[in-house]
T-cell receptor, first 109, second 114 residues
Framework: SQTIHQWPATLVQPVGSPLSLECTVE??????LYWYRQAAGRGLQLLFY??????ISSEVPQNLSASRPQDRQFILSSKKLLLSDSGFYLC????????FGQGTRLTVV | AQKITQTQPGMFVQEKEAVTLDCTYD???????LFWYKQPSSGEMIFLIY??????QNATEGRYSLNFQKARKSANLVISASQLGDSAMYFC???????????FGAGTTVTVRA
């Protein structure tokens, strides 16, 4: 069966610090992968999606970037965090709809 | 581009009663899928139910049913016999046939009262 792992669960980072969130999928090959962000009490905004290794498409220009170094690994990064980067980040892979990881709650202070 | 509208920011429902969550959508695609997700306070996104645009029957999954009215472009979720554990945020989402992503509505917070 397919599973998706995302870590860390919570993160508190100072403004200007770097960020790296990792997501891995098991039980499937060449998945379509997504990074979503959710502001408090709001809907999900698609940030990046990837259809294969090294292939990244950005939905929203911002302070973040994504990489896919391996087939089942998807990384969300930032060189310098902003206060506005705070939120709940969800990794997902495409299935019937999408299947989500547990999420990372990021607070930039 | 797909657009999902959920007009109810929050709703209260009495335990054991039914509740209907509204969702309307806009798309030019002929083939598309509609989804509902539940997000409890833990943050995880739990898939509830799916309706394909060509499905003639309304989808049902246990206590969840989707009232699909294609001509009105609505896909309302009905939760029957509400339980305290149903308290959560609920999202409507859709994906077009040639679309790579799910587009989400703003969500509706449901609070079930004992």
């Amino acid at each position: 069966s397919q599973t998706i792992h995302q870590w860390p669960a919570t993160l508190v980072q100072p403004v200007g610090s770097p960020l790296s969130l990792e997501c891995t999928v098991e039980g499937t090959s060449n998945p379509n992968l997504y990074w979503y962000r959710q502001a408090a009490g709001r809907g999900l905004q698609l940030l990046f999606y990837s259809v294969g290794i090294g292939q990244i498409s950005s939905e929203v220009p911002q302070n973040l970037s994504a990489s896919r170094p391996q087939d089942r690994q998807f990384i969300l990064s930032s060189k310098k965090l902003l206060l506005s980067d705070s939120g709940f980040y969800l990794c997902a892979y495409r299935g019937l709809g999408a299947f989500f990881g547990q999420g990372t709650r990021l607070t930039v202070v | 581009a797909q657009k999902i509208t959920q007009t109810q920011p929050g709703m209260f429902v009495q335990e054991k009663e039914a509740v209907t969550l509204d969702c309307t959508y806009d798309t030019s695609d002929q083939s598309y899928g509609l989804f509902w997700y539940k997000q409890p306070s833990s943050g995880e996104m739990i898939f509830l139910i799916y309706q394909g645009s060509y499905d003639e029957q309304n989808a049902t999954e246990g206590r969840y049913s989707l009232n699909f009215q294609k001509a009105r472009k609505s896909a309302n979720l009905v939760i029957s016999a509400s339980q305290l554990g149903d308290s959560a945020m609920y999202f409507c989402a859709m994906r077009g046939s040639n679309d790579y992503k799910l587009s989400f509505g703003a969500g509706t917070t449901v609070t079930v009262r004992a």
